[in-house]
């Protein structure tokens, strides 16, 4: 079977389920079309070739680990909540970090025999590269949330492991890790997939705002406009209204890099460049952002945004704020 075959027929059993249109689901396929032509063509990977994860030994996973302490904190409590919420379901939760090694897991007695066979513990590495398409190492490597069903992981011995991931983002918009979900119940599509890959991401999201409110604690932190996907459009600015830091959504968004945010421009005159009604929107977001924050305090929240009091005033009439 040719790789061009072998993709087709992983995209007939694949669903997209984060949010239910065909362009999304389209973008799951392609996503999971180039994952395969890589594990063809760039690893050059035998997929009836069965496959045990490398695990680091205990001296060598405490160091490498410990890179991510932050990260396994801030998951920690988030990890649990969600293993409550889909534990009936018979899945366990995996942490992962950038490099595709699993942190940690939640799982119960009914997954240890799946988890000793394919080695989904502490220390193990699922990096595309060497295990082929798989929740973990395609979802870190593609910085996209996925879903594999039934035979969309490349190699054949993972045919009935259905994965559900999503990128976590640190504090500078970096991919630091990865969020999955995991089952063997070789299920081809669940009534419930579109309501666990929402769940999935809103969980990444929680981590990643935690995240980035602990590296920007004591400076206010505004939306730039409703949350989609797996990173929520968050900044951090400072008393003189000047970016200091911003979330991969944000940074996706109004086109920001780490030079962008290094010369800590002025929000509003960031925002106000923008010629389309998306930044107006997010200019709106973030007035109301900050006089929530200054409990309805104009003179406060102008300060806060580096603006006069006068100009908000004109902003706020703008947008019909009273």
């Given amino acids: 079977m040719s790789v061009s075959d072998m993709v ?9 389920i984060s949010q239910p249109t065909d362009s999304k689901k389209e973008k799951i396929e392609e996503i999971v079309q180039k994952s395969w032509i890589r594990c063809e063509t760039s690893y050059q ?6 496959w045990k994860a490398e695990v680091l030994c205990g001296a060598e ?13 801030q998951a920690a409590e988030e990890m649990q909540h969600l293993f409550t919420l889909v534990q009936g379901l018979g899945l366990m939760v995996l942490l ?4 595709a090694m699993i942190l940690a897991r939640c799982v119960d007695a009914t997954h240890l025999s799946v988890c000793r066979r394919l080695n989904l513990r502490e220390g193990a590495i699922w990096n595309e590269a060497i295990a082929g398409t798989n929740g973990i190492g395609t979802c870190v490597e593609d910085k996209c949330p996925i879903f ?3 035979g969309a992981h490349w190699r054949f011995c993972f045919t009935l492991l259905i994965s559900y991931a999503v990128p976590l983002f640190d504090a500078q918009g970096r991919v630091a890790g990865a969020l999955n979900l995991a089952s ?14 929402e769940t999935l991401a809103q969980s990444g999201r929680r981590i990643e705002e935690q995240l980035f409110r602990n590296s920007y604690a004591g400076q206010k932190i505004l939306t730039l406009g409703s949350v989609r996907g797996c990173s929520a459009p968050l900044v951090s600015v400072n008393n003189q209204g000047e970016i200091i830091g911003a979330t991969h959504a944000a940074r996706e968004w109004m086109g920001w890099t780490d030079q962008t945010i ?12 923008g010629s389309e009604i998306s930044f107006q929107k997010a200019e709106e977001n973030v007035i109301r952002s900050a006089l929530a924050v200054s409990q309805g305090n104009v003179t406060q929240a102008a300060r806060g945004l580096g603006i006069s009091r006068a100009t908000l005033y004109r902003k706020m009439k703008g947008f019909g704020m009273s």
């Fill in 8 to 16: 087709e027929s992983s995209v007939m059993n694949t669903q997209y």
């Fill in 45 to 50: 990977l035998d997929p009836s070739q069965k």
């Fill in 61 to 73: 996973f405490r160091h490498v680990s410990s890179r991510s302490a932050l990260l396994l904190r």
């Fill in 96 to 99: 992962a970090d950038a490099d």
């Fill in 148 to 150: 594999l069903g039934h």
């Fill in 184 to 197: 063997m119940n070789g299920k081809r599509e669940q009534p419930v997939d579109k309501l666990l890959m």
């Fill in 262 to 273: 290094a010369e800590h421009p002025n929000l509003l005159t960031e925002l106000e460049e």
